[in-house]
């Protein structure tokens, strides 16, 4: 909720994010899509904190959102969420007790072979599409935007290609922006770096096809631990493949720098204006 005590959630992300998961089932393979929902699953499990937070879940309230996840009804969890959000649960328990703590379970469920890959497959689309909608709930975490542009930029991990976003750092350090590049690090650094530097604005690069996995699995990954980050994904992939920006889910899609420069300075704009 904000100030006012409205349950705030952004319905774009929130259709933007069914659109990928359609799309992500007509365009990837079966091993990408177990890998997907394994990042989500154990991104969101490794956050849970009942310890740590000031109004402890229930392990039943827990596991009714692990079932409403897993309910063919696919508003189901995200209703059950936005209900707790209504009766002024903090965001903190919303987040790292209920939503990790559901994610938690529904891995136990998995390893137990209590419910099949299927069911978690549906569940993981089910708790990204959550962490989508509530967005505007975690602006607040990223530090003031009204002191600077700021941003992270980096290739796709696995990419080789890395003259183009390194060009594309300068140019908007040129303009202003306070950049940090990170080139060289592997799935789990960079998903961290973002996490712990909280930016408004993350830029990545893919230069090929066969980057679509490795970025979608990113942004999944990105979206979950730094849910109050825009995402613009630029390089060659943006012209190679015409679905892009619905697969990965990106916020905005930029085939050269001068776009890139506009989306992000757009995309920056829509932020700051969010209110907190």
């Known amino acids: 909720m904000d100030a006012q005590g409205r349950v705030l959630v952004d319905d774009t992300a929130r259709l933007n994010a069914g659109r990928a998961l359609s799309a992500r089932q007509e365009k990837l393979p079966q091993d990408a899509l177990r890998q997907l929902a394994e990042e989500v699953i154990a991104r969101l499990a490794s956050r849970y904190a009942s310890r740590h937070i000031d109004h402890t879940p229930s392990e039943r309230g827990i596991a009714d959102l692990a079932d409403a996840l897993l309910d063919s009804d696919s ?5 059950y969420v936005l209900d707790l959000k209504r009766k002024g649960i903090p965001r903190d328990t919303v987040y790292l007790g209920y939503i990790s703590g559901a994610a938690r379970l529904l891995g136990e469920r998995w390893v137990n072979d209590d419910i099949t890959f299927t069911d978690v497959t549906i569940a993981a689309g089910h708790l990204y599409v959550i962490m989508r909608a509530l967005r505007p709930n975690f602006i607040s975490d990223v530090a003031d935007v009204k002191k600077g542009a700021r941003a ?13 976003i390194m060009m594309a750092a300068d140019m908007f350090r040129e ?10 690090l592997d799935h789990d650094a960079l998903v961290e770096a973002a996490s712990v530097g909280g930016y408004p604005i993350i830029g990545l690069s893919a230069g090929s096809a066969k980057m679509i996995v490795p970025l979608t699995r990113l942004i999944a990954s990105l979206r979950v631990t730094s849910p109050g980050s825009a995402i613009l994904v ?6 190679i493949e015409p679905d892009l920006a619905e697969i990965v889910d990106a ?12 989306e992000i300075e757009r995309l920056f704009d829509l932020y700051s204006k969010v209110e907190k």
């Open 251 to 262: 916020d905005s899609i930029a085939g050269d720098a001068q776009t890139a420069l506009k």
């Open 175 to 184: 303009r202003g922006w306070q950049i940090d590049l990170k080139t060289g």
């Open 152 to 164: 992270l930029f980096s290739p796709t991990p696995g990419e080789d290609h890395t003259l183009g």
């Open 234 to 239: 630029g390089g060659e992939l943006a012209g």
């Open 75 to 79: 508003d189901a969890g995200l209703d």
